[in-house]
Each structure stands twice: as C-alpha cells, then as structure tokens.
C-alpha cells in the first residue's frame, strides 16, 4: 500500500519550459516532505524539503507547494535545463521515508 | 568525500547464496537506513538504526534479511540463500539529530541473483 501517490509517471519539457509533478498523502502523521532527485545507476539526492508549516518554499529553480488542508504537494522546476533530466521522487517522512513511484524528467533542448 | 559510501557497488550471485553489503554512513550521523529499490519504483523501508540499536524492521525484512550497526559506525546488510526476488537496488541512508529529518543517500549496491 503506497503512501505516498505521486503524478504523473512521466513528462517531457522543452528547454526553458516549467515542469510540475504532484503527490498526495494520507498519513497525518507525516511532518516532513523532501524531494529527491535520481539520475540513473545513482542513489537519490535531497533536492529540496518542505515542513508542513509552510505552504511555499523556493530554491533557486525549484519550489515546493504545499497544502495541508488537501494533503497535496507539488514540486515546480522552472527553467528547466537538460541536465534537469532525471527522476524525481517526493517523500514524507514520519521516522522513516515513503516515497512516490517517481516522475522521470526529459528536457528537450 | 564525506558522503555516504556503500560496497560493492554491484553484486552478482546464484540463487541461494548469501550476500552480504556494507554501508558507511556520513561521519557522526547517528540514525542509518537501508532501503531496497526496484526497477521503475520509490525506495522502500527497510529498517534502522540509532546509533547501534536497530529500532525498526518493515515487514518486506524477512527472515533471510539481517543488519547490524556494531559500534554504532558502518552497517552491514545480509541476505541468506538469495531469491530472484531480491534483485534490486539497496540503498542506504543516514541523518543526524533529533528530529533527523534530512536523509542522505549513499549509491547504491545493485544485487542481481541469477
């Protein structure tokens, strides 16, 4: 039973365009939400994390959108390069990470 | 390098033989994590440790599945009498403090049982 439901599977961007992924929860309990960044035969690496506290955050391209009420959070990559081509996983953290199924990435440039 | 190492980074082994992989964790991170990922999916939990207690084990750890974090440094993962099931990537993971909320993730050791 996956906790976490992540959207779409996958998408293709052009060069300069914006990407947007989503994920649903469930769990209340969850008090952490990162996004993880994974290029292939590599382990996942911490892009960006939000608290549910706060309803936007931004790090240079990237930003996390959150709404508690709906129990929904989406990542936006704007600006996106093809070296933003990869798979990207949202999790929420209790004491442990679940994860999405993932969303890969393809910038056309 | 700081980050999280694992090893071997590939393992190829017949079914029923045991493997065993080991992961390092970012110096002084207290809380460690191993996680399996298959192909076109998230990672999932597998369990982890403060320090060098094991504090949680997900049911998808059986009874082949054993890990220890002696000393409360480096932490070894082994499969006994392997399954074609067991052919995937497993990750490890470490963070600090209390709430430890970021987790960092080390490369992976890919298992393939033949």
């Known amino acids: 039973q996956q906790q976490v439901k992540q959207s779409p599977q996958s998408l293709i961007v052009q060069k300069g365009g914006i990407s947007i992924i989503n994920c649903a929860y469930e769990?209340?309990?969850?008090?952490?939400f990162p996004w993880y960044q994974q290029f292939p035969g590599k382990g996942p690496a911490l892009l960006i994390a939000?608290?549910?506290?706060?309803s936007e955050k931004k790090e240079g391209r990237f930003t996390i959108s959150f709404n508690k009420s709906a129990k929904q959070f989406s990542l936006h990559i704007m600006d996106s390069q093809p070296g933003d081509s990869a798979t990207y996983f949202c999790?929420?953290?209790?004491?442990?990470?679940?994860f999405g199924a993932g969303t890969t990435v393809t910038v056309r440039a | 390098d700081t980050g999280v190492s694992q090893d071997p980074r590939h393992k190829i082994t017949k079914r029923g033989q045991n493997v065993t992989f080991r992961c390092d964790p970012i110096?002084?991170?207290?809380?460690l994590y191993w996680y399996r990922q298959t192909l076109g999916q998230g990672p999932e939990f597998l369990t982890y440790?403060?320090?060098?207690?094991?504090?949680?084990k997900s049911r998808l750890l059986s009874d082949r599945f054993s890990a220890e974090r002696p000393k409360g440094s480096f932490s070894t993962l082994e499969i006994q009498r392997t399954e074609q099931g067991d052919s995937a990537m497993y990750l490890c993971?470490?963070?600090?403090?209390?709430?430890?909320?970021?987790?960092?993730f080390g490369p992976g050791t890919r298992l393939t049982v033949t």
């Open positions: 993971a470490s963070s600090f403090g209390q709430p430890s909320y970021e987790q960092y």
């Open positions: 110096s002084e991170h207290n809380r």
């Open positions: 939000i608290r549910p506290d706060v």
């Open positions: 999790a929420a953290r209790d004491y442990k990470l679940s």
């Open positions: 440790f403060q320090n060098e207690a094991q504090l949680e």
């Open positions: 769990n209340t309990a969850f008090d952490y």
